[in-house]
C-alpha cells in the first residue's frame, strides 16, 4: 500500500540529500531503516528459520523502495544510505540481544534451544566488527565505506569502483588491506 | 594505527602479499620503516592469510537473529503456524505457552513500528476494543509489544472458512444469505454503540465458523494500525481495502459510522451476487441470485456515494433486509421508487389517460456509421495490425488492406468511395470476395472487420453470423491483437443483446473484459470501452440501473481522461441520455445531451452522424421532459439529416421513426403515430432485428398507438403478438416489460367491452404490482387509476368512488397538485355523478376539468374530450346552446385523431347527432 508514494518520495530525498540537505538524508535513512526491519519479518513470515544476508536485505530494500530500474546516480546515494541503515540495524539488534541475556533471561534460552536456534556469539562479535569499523572510519574513511558497502550493502567491487569513482583494481587493492585491517583489530 | 600510516602500508603490503613468508620477512626488515610499523605490516599480511571470512560470517548471523528476534516473544503464548498475512500485519496461529488452559488464539503482528507516543494511544485503543463482547464479533483478548516495539494482538481464533467462501461452497438460499448478515450487522451495530468503527470491513475479515456462526474479525484494528503509524508521517497510509473502502475513505476524509455501511453493502452485493458492483470484472465462484428491485434498492441505499444518504445505522439497514425477508415494503425501494415515479410522473404530462409507448434503447449503442468511419476502421484494423510485432501479422494486415481496396475497385472501379456508391453495395462485394478465400489468417479478421460494418449498417443477422466465423478459435498472442479482438468481442456481445440473447451477450462481454484487464491492465479507455459493453448488456437484461450507473462511472472517467475518442465518448453519452430519459431523469439526460452534442459540434462538422445520434439523446430527453412538440421539431431534423448524411434505412431509421411517433402520439395525432410505427417496423425487419424484447416493444408500441387511436380489436391482436414474443423469449411473468404491456391490454379491453376479463386482469396485476413494487409504488398507483377508468366505463359508481379516492390519495403522493392526472380524475367524478343521476354534481366536476386543462395549457384532445363530456352533460340539462359551443370546436380535434369508435369520440358523436352538429 504504502509502495506507490514512497518511490516517489525516496527519489526526491535522494534527489535533496545530492544537493546538501542533511534533513533528507536523515529522513531517507530512516525510511530504509523501516523499510530493512519490514523485508526482515516479511523474510521470516515466508520461511520461518530461513536467513537472509545483510546484502539480501539491502537489496531488497533498494528495490523496494527505488523499483529495479532507477537511475544509477540514484542507486549509488541509495547505497551508501542502505548499507549504513543495514548495519545500523544488525548492530543495534545484536546490542539488544546482548543486554536482555545479561538481564537473565533464562526463559529465552530455553525457547531458543526449543526452536532448534543454537545459542551463539555471534552477537558480540558484530559488536566488536561495528567498534573496529568505526576506529577505521576515523582514520580512513575511505576503506571503511567499502568494507561497509560491501558487506552491509552488497555491492560487487564493479559497482563500488562505481559508487566511489576509484579504478576497480582500487578497490581490490583498499578491501584485501581493508579486511586485513579488520581482521587483525578483531584478534587483537 | 592511523590513516597516513595506512596508507604508507599500503604499497609494502600489496607488493609482500604475493610472496613467500620466507622472502617476505626477509623484505619487512629491509623496509625504511620503524618497529611498530613493521610490526603492523607483519599482522596485517598474517590476517590477509588466514582463511574464510569472520565478517561476512558474524554479518549473516546477526541478519538470521534479526528474523527470529522479531517472532518470539507474544507474552503467555506460543506461535504454532502462520495462517496468513495481509496489509495489516502477519498473522499466527499460538497458544499457552505455560499450557494453563488449552485455547488457540490468533495473534496478529501489526506492521511497523510505533514511536512511544503511538504506542500509548495504541495500548488506548486496545482497551476499547477489548470491550466489545458480542458473538459475531471475534474478540481481542491480550496484546503488547515484542522486545523490539512491534506491536501485536491475540484475537479469538475462528476455526471455519470466509464468508464468500463458504458462500460459495454451500451456496445458501438468499433467505440464509440475508440471516448471516443480519447478524454481521448486529454485530457492527454492537461496536459502532461501542463507537468502534470497523474501518476495513471486507470478505477477508467475516468468517463462518464450523458450527455455522459468522463472526466479523479485526474490528477497529486499521485504526490501531494507523494509530501506530502516525509518528512518521510520510510513511503512514490508512488501512483499507479498495473495492469495499467507501469513497470518502478511498478519499482520505473522515470515516465514521456509514463507511462502514457502504463496505457492508458492498459485501452483501458480493454475497448475493457475486461482484462487488456493475464494474466488477473478476470471475467468482459464487452463483448469483436474481435480486428484485426491492433488494436492489436496498443495496443502493447502503452504497450511496453520500453518506447521509445511506442507512443511517446498522441499525436500520437490518430492519429494512427485515422487512424485505418478511414481504413487506422497504424503505429504501420505497423511498428511490417514489422519487423515481414522482419525477417521471411529473414530466409525462399525457400517457397516464391514454397508453403510453416505449423508447428502444440499446439499438442506439449500435448507433455508428459514416463512410469516413469506415475507412477509419479499415485504416484503423490495418494500422493495428502493421503495428504488431510478428512479421506474419504485418503480411497479414497487408493482405487484408490489399484484399479490402481489391473488393471495393470491384464493386465500383470508377467511382470508389463516392457517394454514388452505398455502403452495402461496397459490403456485399467484399463479402462475396471473402466467401472465396479459405486462408483462416485473412479470411477470420477481414470477417470481424466486415462484421462491424454490417453492424454498423444496422444489418445485425449478417453482422452476427460475420462475427462468429471471424471469432472462431480467437486467442490473443499480445497486446495489440488482445484489444483488437476485445472489441470484436464487444460488437459481438451488442449484437447477441439485440437479438435477445442475454447471457451469450454477457460472456462476450466479459471475455473482452478479461482480455483487456489481461493485456492492457492499466489502459483506461480499453477499460472505458468494457464498461460500455457490459452497460449495454445489462440493459438488455433489464437492469438499467445497473447500467446507469457503470455508465455514470463511465462518462465521468471519459471526461477526465483526455485521450478518450470522440466515438466513444458519444457513444457513452447517448447510452447514458437515453436509460436516464427512460427512467424519467428527463432534466439529467438532457444536460449530459446538450453537453455532448456541444462537444461534437465543436470538433465535427454539424452534418456528422455523432450530430445525428446526440440530436436524437437530446430529443428523447425532451420528449420525456414533457415537452413533444420540441421533440418532434429535433426528430425531423435529426431523420433529414440521417438521410441526407448516412442511410435511409436500418437501426437508426428504425429508432429516429420510432422516437417520432412517441412525440407524435404524445401531441395527440395517434392516426399518424400509427403510421409512423409502421414505418419503423418496416425500417425493423430491413435491418434483421429480431429480438424478443425488441419486437415485443414495437408490438406494445402499435397497440398503445392503436388503442389511443380506438382500433381496441387491432390492438389487442398486438398486444397478443407481443406477449407471443416474450413468451418465446422467456421473458418471466414479473418482468416489468410484460407487466406493462399486461396493463395496458387490459386496459384495452375495458374499452373494448371486455369489462369481465378487464377487471381479473387489472385485479391480479395490481395484487401482483402490491407485492412486487409496494403500495407507494407508481405501478400500484396506475393500476389503482386503470381499475377506476375500469369502472366508470362499467357505470359502477359504488366501486369507482371508492377507487377514485383511493387512487386520488396514491397520486397525490406522486404527483404535483396541478399534474393532469386529477383533472382526469374529475372527469371521472363527473362520469360517476352521472351514473347516479346528479346533473348538477357532473357539471361541477366537468367544468372545473375543463377550466383545468385550458389554464395548464393541455393537449388539444384532453380538452377536447373534456369539453365534450360537459357538452354532453349541458344537453342532458337543457342548454343546446352551450353544448354545442362546447362541442362544435372539439368535435374536428376527436375526429382527426380517433377512429369513429373510440370511445370518447363515439360519445362525442352521439351528443353531436343529439345537437345536429356534423
Redesign the interface.
Known amino acids: 500500500?504504502?509502495e506507490a508514494?514512497?518511490d516517489h518520495?525516496v527519489t526526491r530525498l535522494i534527489a535533496a540529500w545530492r544537493e546538501g540537505d542533511e534533513g533528507a538524508r536523515e529522513?531517507l535513512v530512516?525510511?530504509v531503516y523501516?523499510n530493512v526491519?519490514?523485508i526482515?519479518?516479511?523474510?521470516?513470515?515466508q520461511m520461518?528459520g530461513?536467513?537472509?544476508?545483510?546484502t539480501?536485505?539491502a537489496h531488497e530494500a533498494l528495490i523496494r523502495l527505488l523499483g529495479s530500474d532507477a537511475a544509477w546516480s540514484d542507486r549509488r546515494h541509495f547505497f551508501h544510505v542502505a548499507a549504513q541503515a543495514t548495519r545500523q540495524?544488525?548492530?543495534d539488534?545484536?546490542r539488544?540481544?546482548l543486554a536482555?541475556k545479561r538481564g537473565g533471561g533464562a526463559e529465552?534460552v530455553e525457547?531458543?534451544a526449543a526452536?532448534g536456534?543454537a545459542a551463539?556469539d555471534?552477537?558480540a562479535?558484530?559488536v566488536r566488527?561495528d567498534d573496529a569499523l568505526r576506529d577505521l572510519q576515523q582514520?580512513?574513511a575511505r576503506?571503511a565505506q567499502m568494507?561497509e558497502l560491501v558487506?552491509?550493502g552488497g555491492l560487487s567491487r564493479i559497482e563500488v569502483a562505481q559508487a566511489l569513482q576509484v579504478s576497480e583494481g582500487t578497490v581490490d587493492?583498499?578491501l584485501?588491506?581493508a579486511?586485513?585491517?579488520?581482521?587483525?583489530a578483531?584478534?587483537a | 594505527?592511523?590513516?597516513p600510516l595506512?596508507?604508507a602500508?599500503?604499497p609494502h603490503?600489496?607488493r609482500l602479499?604475493a610472496l613467500d613468508p620466507a622472502q617476505r620477512a626477509a623484505e619487512i626488515d629491509e623496509l625504511p620503516l620503524d618497529a611498530a610499523a613493521r610490526t603492523?605490516l607483519t599482522?596485517?599480511?598474517?590476517?590477509?592469510d588466514?582463511g574464510g571470512?569472520?565478517?561476512?560470517?558474524?554479518?549473516?548471523?546477526?541478519?538470521?537473529?534479526?528474523?527470529?528476534?522479531?517472532?518470539?516473544?507474544f507474552g503467555a503464548w506460543r506461535l504454532v503456524r502462520?495462517l496468513g498475512?495481509g496489509?495489516m500485519g502477519?498473522v499466527f496461529l499460538a497458544e499457552r505457552a505455560d499450557g494453563q488452559f488449552e485455547r488457540q488464539v490468533a495473534i496478529k503482528?501489526l506492521?511497523?513500528?510505533p514511536t512511544r507516543e503511538a504506542t500509548r494511544r495504541l495500548r488506548q485503543e486496545r482497551q476499547i476494543l477489548a470491550g466489545l463482547d458480542h458473538p459475531n464479533i471475534a474478540r481481542l483478548l491480550d496484546g503488547g509489544e515484542t522486545?523490539?516495539g512491534?506491536p501485536w494482538l491475540a484475537l479469538e481464533y475462528v476455526d471455519g472458512v470466509p464468508l464468500l467462501e463458504h458462500v460459495a461452497l454451500h451456496a445458501p438460499t438468499l433467505r440464509d444469505r440475508l440471516a448471516l448478515f443480519e447478524a454481521m450487522l448486529d454485530a457492527v451495530a454492537h461496536a459502532h454503540s461501542h463507537l468502534v468503527v470497523h474501518r476495513d470491513i471486507k470478505p477477508a475479515n467475516v468468517m463462518v465458523a464450523t458450527d455455522g456462526t459468522v463472526k466479523l474479525l479485526d474490528f477497529g484494528i486499521a485504526r490501531l494500525v494507523e494509530a501506530g503509524e502516525e509518528s512518521?508521517r510520510?510513511?503512514?497510509?490508512r488501512?483499507f481495502s479498495r473495492g469495499y473502502a467507501s469513497p470518502e475513505q478511498e478519499q482520505g476524509l473522515a470515516i465514521t459510522t456509514a463507511s462502514d455501511i457502504y463496505s457492508l453493502g458492498v459485501l452483501l452485493r458480493e454475497m448475493l451476487e457475486g461482484r462487488r458492483d456493475a464494474g466488477d470484472l473478476r470471475a467468482s465462484p459464487i452463483t448469483p441470485l436474481r435480486l428484485d428491485a426491492d433488494l436492489r434498492g436496498i443495496l443502493a441505499k447502503a452504497t450511496e456515494a453520500d453518506p447521509a444518504r445511506r442507512y443511517a445505522s446498522a441499525t436500520e439497514f437490518r430492519d429494512d433486509l427485515r422487512r424485505l425477508r418478511e414481504g413487506r415494503p422497504v424503505r429504501a425501494a420505497r423511498w428511490t421508487h417514489g422519487y423515481r415515479l414522482r419525477k417521471f410522473v411529473a414530466r409525462h404530462r399525457l400517457g397516464f389517460a391514454a397508453a403510453a409507448l416505449a423508447v428502444f434503447v440499446a439499438c442506439a449503442f449500435v448507433w455508428r456509421l459514416e463512410r469516413e468511419r469506415t475507412r477509419a476502421l479499415a485504416a484503423e484494423a490495418a494500422a493495428q495490425q502493421a503495428a504488431a510485432s510478428a512479421e506474419r501479422e504485418a503480411s497479414r494486415a497487408r493482405a487484408s488492406l490489399d484484399f479490402l481496396s481489391d473488393a471495393i475497385s470491384a464493386a465500383a472501379p470508377d467511382v470508389a468511395m463516392s457517394r454514388q456508391v452505398s455502403v452495402r453495395d461496397l459490403l456485399d462485394a467484399a463479402r462475396a470476395k471473402l466467401a472465396a478465400r479459405d486462408d483462416p489468417a485473412l479470411v477470420r479478421p477481414m470477417q470481424r472487420l466486415l462484421a462491424h460494418l454490417y453492424g454498423d449498417l444496422g444489418d445485425v443477422g449478417t453482422a452476427l453470423q460475420l462475427m462468429r466465423d471471424g471469432l472462431r478459435d480467437a486467442q490473443p498472442a499480445d497486446r495489440a491483437e488482445a484489444l483488437r479482438l476485445a472489441g470484436d468481442y464487444d460488437e459481438y456481445a451488442s449484437e447477441l443483446g439485440i437479438k435477445g440473447d442475454v447471457d451469450a451477450a454477457l460472456d462476450a462481454a466479459q471475455r473482452a473484459a478479461d482480455w483487456r484487464a489481461r493485456f492492457a491492465p492499466d489502459d483506461r479507455v480499453e477499460r472505458l470501452r468494457s464498461r460500455q459493453a457490459l452497460a449495454l448488456v445489462y440493459h438488455r437484461g433489464g437492469d438499467d440501473e445497473r447500467a446507469i450507473a457503470l455508465l455514470r462511472e463511465a462518462l465521468a472517467e471519459a471526461k477526465a481522461l483526455p485521450s478518450t475518442p470522440l466515438e466513444l465518448y458519444t457513444g457513452i453519452t447517448q447510452a447514458l441520455a437515453a436509460l436516464l430519459a427512460t427512467a424519467g431523469e428527463a432534466d439529467e439526460a438532457l444536460a449530459i445531451a446538450e453537453a455532448g452534442l456541444a462537444r461534437v459540434d465543436a470538433e465535427r462538422p454539424r452534418e456528422s452522424p455523432e450530430h445525428v445520434l446526440l440530436l436524437r439523446s437530446k430529443a428523447n430527453a425532451k420528449s420525456a421532459g414533457g415537452e413533444p412538440a420540441e421533440a418532434e421539431r429535433l426528430l425531423r431534423e435529426a431523420i433529414a439529416l440521417q438521410q441526407r448524411v448516412v442511410d435511409p434505412g436500418g437501426a437508426r431509421m428504425m429508432e429516429l421513426t420510432n422516437d417520432l411517433a412517441i412525440a407524435v402520439n404524445d401531441l395527440g395525432r395517434y392516426r399518424e403515430a400509427a403510421e409512423l410505427l409502421r414505418e419503423s417496423d418496416r425500417h425493423m425487419a430491413g435491418a434483421g432485428i429480431d429480438g424478443a424484447a425488441d419486437r415485443a416493444v414495437s408490438e406494445g408500441n402499435l397497440a398503445a398507438v392503436l388503442e389511443n387511436a380506438g382500433d381496441y380489436a387491432t390492438a389487442i391482436g398486438h398486444y397478443d403478438n407481443a406477449f407471443a414474443l416474450l413468451d418465446g423469449a422467456g421473458v418471466g411473468a414479473d418482468h416489468q416489460v410484460r407487466r406493462r404491456i399486461e396493463r395496458e391490454q387490459a386496459r384495452t379491453l375495458g374499452l373494448a367491452g371486455g369489462h369481465a376479463r378487464a377487471l381479473e386482469r387489472l385485479t391480479d396485476l395490481r395484487a401482483r404490482a402490491l407485492r412486487i413494487d409496494g403500495e407507494a409504488s407508481g405501478e400500484y398507483a396506475m393500476l389503482t387509476w386503470q381499475l377506476v377508468v375500469l369502472a366508470r366505463n362499467m357505470h359502477r359508481p359504488d366501486d369507482g368512488l371508492a377507487l377514485l379516492d383511493e387512487a386520488e390519495r396514491l397520486w397525490h403522493a406522486l404527483a404535483p397538485a396541478e399534474h393532469p392526472i386529477f383533472l382526469h380524475m374529475r372527469r371521472a367524478r363527473g362520469a360517476f355523478a352521472l351514473d347516479r343521476g346528479d346533473v348538477a354534481g357532473a357539471e361541477r366536476e366537468l367544468r372545473a376539468a375543463v377550466a383545468g386543462f385550458e389554464a395548464v395549457g393541455a393537449q388539444p384532445i384532453d380538452l377536447s374530450i373534456a369539453r365534450s363530456e360537459l357538452a354532453a352533460v349541458r344537453l342532458r340539462a337543457g342548454d343546446r346552446g352551450e353544448a354545442r359551443a362546447l362541442l362544435a370546436p372539439a368535435l374536428p380535434v376527436l375526429r382527426e385523431a380517433m377512429l369513429p369508435q373510440e370511445i370518447n369520440r363515439a360519445a362525442a358523436e352521439r351528443t353531436a347527432q343529439q345537437l345536429g352538429l356534423r
Do not use: C
Not at chain 2, 571470512?53 to 516473544?73: K, M, Q, V, Y
Open positions: 500500500m504504502a508514494p514512497a518520495e529522513a530512516e525510511r523501516a526491519r519490514a526482515a519479518a516479511q523474510s521470516l513470515r520461518p530461513a536467513t537472509l544476508s545483510a539480501d536485505l540495524i544488525l548492530v539488534a545484536a539488544q540481544r536482555s529465552k525457547l531458543d526452536l536456534v551463539n555471534g552477537d562479535e558484530l566488527i582514520s580512513d576503506r568494507i558487506y552491509f587493492r583498499d584485501r588491506l579486511r586485513a585491517w579488520l581482521r587483525a578483531l584478534e | 594505527m592511523n590513516a595506512l596508507d602500508l599500503a603490503f600489496e602479499r603492523r599482522r596485517l599480511l598474517a590476517a590477509d588466514a571470512d569472520p565478517l561476512a560470517d558474524a554479518i549473516a548471523r546477526g541478519a538470521a537473529r534479526l528474523h527470529e528476534s522479531t517472532s518470539r516473544e502462520e498475512a496489509g502477519t503482528l506492521r511497523g513500528f522486545a523490539e512491534q512518521h510520510e510513511t503512514s497510509t488501512v
